[in-house]
């Protein structure tokens, strides 16, 4: 099993619908984080946890939300999706130093 | 300015060829990644580095602090190679440890 998962995989979704990415993982880190990946700009940091209770906005946060519902559960929400959400989502988690990452396998959202 | 600038941005090459990518930074760093990103869209971690130089494989890393600048370094390159090679850089100030950079999209002709 992969040491972080996200759910789903793949999705197309409407203008205007909520939508829920899921992680989970098996490392046991307190850190996790949710990225957004553009063509040509980089993987962007949405939002970031540092523990259940601690949890932070990223750069481009706007438009996105983030339940923490267990140390090793942490999912994000698109309220209403719009077309220019549209990216492949990444999430992450670190040990305590910050500076080693694991990633999940990404997630191809698609707002039509 | 980005903090952390790769070069080039799309890099195509024979097999076999010597690839070099580049990584340049902006912000006092703990710590360099090189990071690989398949088709398929998976990140995995191929070498964190705080100074010198890393082998594995047939892959090298080197960073020098002094001049906040990191190279990857293929040898005898082959198709499987194909990917996008991203430079993260852990920084020393703020909260949001890991910037990145955007990436650097090499193909391997055969």
């Known amino acids: 099993d992969a040491d972080v998962t996200q759910t789903p995989r793949n999705r197309i979704t409407k203008t205007g619908k909520r939508i829920m990415l899921e992680c989970s993982q098996t490392k046991g880190h307190d850190r996790m984080y949710w990225y957004r990946q553009d063509p040509g700009l980089g993987l962007r940091l949405i939002y970031y946890s540092f523990d259940v209770k601690d949890i932070n906005k990223g750069e481009i946060s706007d438009g996105y939300s983030v339940s923490r519902q267990a140390q090793a559960k942490f999912s994000l929400s698109l309220e209403s999706a719009i077309p220019n959400q549209t990216a492949l989502y990444f999430c992450a988690t670190s040990d305590g130093t910050g500076l080693v990452a694991f990633f999940g396998q990404g997630t191809r959202l698609t707002v039509v | 300015k980005n903090e952390v600038e790769q070069s080039p941005q799309n890099l195509t090459a024979q097999e076999g060829e010597f690839i070099t990518i580049n990584c340049s930074y902006s912000?006092?760093?703990?710590?360099l990644h090189w990071l690989q990103q398949h088709p398929g869209g998976g990140i995995v971690s191929l070498f964190m580095l705080s100074s010198g130089k890393k082998k594995h494989g047939r892959l090298i890393a080197t960073i020098n602090i002094q001049e906040k600048h990191s190279s990857l370094h293929i040898t005898a390159s082959h198709p499987r190679d194909s990917a996008v090679y991203i430079c993260a850089v852990g920084r020393i100030q703020g909260a949001q440890k890991l910037v990145f950079g955007q990436g650097t999209r090499l193909t391997i002709n055969p």
């Open positions: 912000v006092g760093i703990s710590a």
